[in-house]
């Protein structure tokens, strides 16, 4: 079951009014699910969350339609909150976002005294993934990401993509014929440990050395920052990366 493929056969019209979730029921748990959800070109539009919470699964010629104001979850992404390759590499082909999406989430703090809120289009946290002709038509609101203990150290990744990127199995996250159209906006918190990171499709890389492709890839949406505390990446592609001499990391656009 968790190599099956599964087909979209017509558009997917749901009533949010007809519906009831708490938290994170709202979508699938599925970090060994490995198959393909073939969208034929179809619609998935009013789903009240992520498709997936966190999965390895492959999406092709599938469309997110949402608008949608997350409260419940710091990272968020219309096909998965994480998307992340175990034992195989997820391809994300021919697909796209649309719509509006809002957070208004508080970041909780964690045993690490760090914490976290990645949010992209279409996925929060990304590793061992290729994007190739992929669009995101969605406009991405952040208001009031904070961290509910004022001393704790926080990151905030948003991006038209991909909040979070990482390697996984040693492949990278990487695109081909892929743009960012949609425009992101991002009011901060007053939360003076706090750091926030913008990018039209990566907001955060981290990783290994290794050398990640951007092809035939851009933005074209609005960056609008509105913060006064903390520290500040924003970039037309990647937000902010990470590198030293001893392992350095290359891109090829």
Known sequence: ????????????????????????????????????????????????????????????????????????????????????????????????????????????????????????????????????NCVNNAAINIQSVTATDATTATSCPVSGFVGYADVANNIFVSFTNCENKGDITFVSGEQPNSSYYVGGLVAVYRGASAVTTFDNCGNSGDITMNANIGSFNVGGIIGYSNGTADNPKTFTF
């Open 1 to 132: 079951i968790l190599s099956k493929n599964a087909v979209v056969v017509n558009d997917i019209v749901l009533n949010p009014n007809d519906m009831t979730f708490q938290g994170d029921n709202s979508n699938i748990t599925a970090p060994n699910y490995k198959g393909t959800v073939y969208g034929n070109g179809f619609a998935i539009k009013n789903f009240p969350g992520p498709l997936f919470n966190k999965t390895a699964a492959s999406f092709k010629g599938l469309h997110m339609d949402m608008n949608i104001e997350e409260t419940e979850n710091p990272n968020f992404g219309a096909f998965a909150r994480q998307l992340i390759a175990n034992g195989n590499a997820p391809k994300v082909e021919h697909c796209s976002v649309s719509g509006t999406i809002t957070m208004r989430t508080a970041i909780k703090p964690s045993a690490s005294n760090h914490t976290q809120a990645a949010m992209g289009a279409f996925t929060g946290i990304a590793k061992g993934v290729h994007f190739e």
